[in-house]
């Protein structure tokens, strides 16, 4: 048997790439770790990281340049970021300029969670795990 996939990047196509790395940036700390004209990789805790890439240069490697997002519009896309502060976290994602969705608010499936859009459109959940998960509901 071969071994399981891990997930360990996340790329998102993005329309002015400069707003969206200062976002994550100022809303997160996350450090770069990669950086080129069109492309920036931010390193996450525990090996993860996140890719922001230039949506038309991400276009070259795929054949094809993901249709953008409308402005106000969200994006088929959601970062569930796990945190231990989060009334502080959310402070820091308004403050570096994220669309609130949701305020923040306990989630049937066991933690209180905020939603933001990012300077892209896509969705950005920070949460807090506030209860054991109700097994018979939803799940995010």
């Known amino acids: 048997m071969t071994a399981p996939a891990r997930l360990g990047l996340v790329i998102l196509a993005v329309d002015d790439l400069a707003e969206t790395v200062r976002f994550y940036r100022d809303a997160f700390g996350w450090a770069t770790t990669v950086e080129v004209p069109v492309y920036v990789e931010l390193e996450l805790p525990e090996g993860m990281a996140l890719g922001l890439y230039e949506r038309e240069a991400f276009g070259r490697n795929t054949s094809q340049v993901p249709a953008p997002t409308p402005p106000g519009a969200l994006a088929p896309v959601e970062l569930y970021l796990s945190v ?3 009334p502080g976290c959310v402070d820091r994602v308004r403050a570096a300029g994220g669309r609130l969705l949701s305020d923040p608010a306990p989630r049937d499936w066991g ?3 905020a939603y933001f ?3 892209a459109g896509n969705v950005v959940a920070v949460a807090r795990r506030s209860q ?3 097994r018979s509901s939803s799940t995010p």
């Open 84 to 86: 231990d502060d989060l």
């Open 117 to 119: 859009a990012d300077p």
């Open 132 to 134: 054991a998960p109700n």
């Open 111 to 113: 933690d209180e969670v």
